[in-house]
C-alpha cells in the first residue's frame, strides 16, 4: 500500500483538526500552532469552547485568524453554574459571529466530576436545544456515561435541525452502531494511536468513513509518538495515519474523505 506524506498532498487533500482548545495551550503562541499546522497541511482548525470564557476567546480566535472557526458552549465540568445568563451570553456569540459552526462541547463527563448527573443533562439538554434553534451541530462530551450519552441523542434525534457529533469518541462497537443510526458523527483523536486502544482501533476500521472526523483535543491526547507531551493541531496528521493504515486506504483518500465530511457537516464552505 502506497502512503503519502502530508506535503505530497494536493489542495483538496488537506485536513482539518475539528476539535482543539488554542486558549489551552502553553508551551506556543496561537500564531505558531496555527503556522506549524498550515505547515503539516492542517490548513482549518475548529477552535472549541467549554466555558463561558473559553468560548468568548474561541470566537476571538475565529475573527483574528482566517483558517480556524469556532465553538461555543459550556463542558459538563461547569454544568452546575450554568444558568439563563450563561444561555444568553452563547445566544448573543451565535447571532453576532458567522464563524461559529457548533455548540459545545456538552454533554456528559462521569469520570471524578462532581457535578451532579442531573445538572449535567440539565445543561446538555438547554445547549442541544440552543443548537437546534440556530441549526448548528452539537458537539458532544461523553465520558463513561455512554448510556446517558445515547439516551439523549434519542431524545433529540428525531429533531429537524438535530446535528451531532461525539468528540474524542471512546465507546465500543455496539455504542458507535447506534449512535450511527441515530445520524450521530464520530470524532477521533490521538487515542486511536495508542496501543492498548483496542476497542476504538476496532470501530475505526469498521464505521463508515463518511460518519467520521479527525481531531486532536489539542492540548490533551498527544498520539503515540508525542506521548505525555503538550498536543497540537498539527498531529492531527498522525490520526490521519492510523485511520489509513487501519482501514488499509492511502493517507490521501483520509484526508479527503474526512476533510468533505468536516466540511459539509459544520458548513464551513471551504
Do not use: W
Amino acid at each position: 500500500m502506497k502512503t503519502s506524506s502530508a506535503k505530497d498532498l494536493d489542495k483538496k487533500h488537506f485536513l482539518i483538526d475539528t476539535h482543539a482548545h488554542l486558549d489551552m495551550i502553553k508551551d506556543k503562541t496561537p500564531k505558531e500552532v496555527i503556522n506549524d499546522a498550515a505547515g503539516a497541511n492542517v490548513r482549518y482548525i475548529i477552535n472549541t469552547g467549554s466555558d463561558i470564557e473559553g468560548s468568548m476567546k474561541s470566537v476571538q480566535f475565529a475573527k483574528k485568524y482566517e483558517n480556524v472557526f469556532a465553538t461555543v458552549g459550556v463542558h459538563p465540568h461547569h454544568a452546575d453554574t450554568f444558568s439563563s445568563k450563561e444561555i444568553l451570553v452563547l445566544e448573543n456569540l451565535i447571532k453576532e459571529n458567522k464563524k461559529i459552526v457548533a455548540v459545545g462541547e456538552a454533554g456528559f463527563d462521569y469520570f471524578k466530576n462532581p457535578v451532579p448527573k442531573a445538572e449535567q443533562e440539565r445543561t446538555f439538554a438547554l445547549q442541544i436545544e440552543l443548537a437546534i434553534k440556530y441549526r448548528l451541530p452539537v458537539v458532544i462530551h461523553d465520558r463513561e456515561a455512554h448510556e446517558d450519552t445515547l439516551r439523549m441523542i434519542k431524545k433529540y434525534s428525531s429533531e429537524k435541525n438535530f446535528k451531532a457529533v461525539l468528540h474524542c469518541f471512546s465507546g465500543d462497537l455496539d455504542f458507535a452502531s447506534k449512535c450511527i443510526e441515530e445520524g450521530v458523527f464520530i470524532s477521533f483523536t490521538g487515542v486511536l494511536t495508542f496501543p492498548n486502544a483496542k476497542a476504538t482501533k476496532e470501530v475505526a476500521k469498521i464505521m463508515p468513513l463518511e460518519k467520521i472526523f479527525l481531531e486532536t483535543d489539542a492540548p490533551f491526547l498527544a498520539p503515540q509518538p508525542k506521548r505525555g507531551k503538550e498536543n497540537y493541531p498539527s498531529y492531527v496528521t498522525y490520526v490521519a495515519h492510523e485511520l489509513a493504515l487501519l482501514r488499509g486506504m492511502d493517507f490521501d483518500e483520509i484526508a479527503a474523505a474526512t476533510t468533505k465530511n468536516a466540511n459539509l457537516f459544520f458548513g464551513l464552505n471551504i
